[in-house]
């Protein structure tokens, strides 16, 4: 065997457990995201973000509120 298809088998073998390990991977991310758990907090973290946002926006309303009413 050359030196080329040594290079070669390896990069095979290299390639099919990359693959392996890109799978396994996914069906652990896949199950992960529709789990209940993960459901539940993005929905804790959203409800924040939105909360937040009100909060600045009344607190600024004089800035915001100028610009749009002169438009």
């Known amino acids: ?16 457990s990359k ?3 890109n799978s396994m991977i996914n069906s652990k991310l896949d199950s992960a995201f529709t789990s209940r758990e993960f459901k539940q907090k ?14 600045i926006l009344w ?3 004089n800035f915001w509120k100028s610009g749009v009413s002169r438009a």
């Open 42 to 55: 993005v929905k804790e973290l959203s409800s924040d973000v939105v909360s937040e946002l009100f909060k």
């Open 19 to 21: 693959s392996d390990v």
């Open 59 to 61: 607190q600024r309303n």
């Open 1 to 16: 065997m050359n030196e080329n298809e040594k290079k070669l088998q390896r990069i095979i073998r290299e390639e099919l």
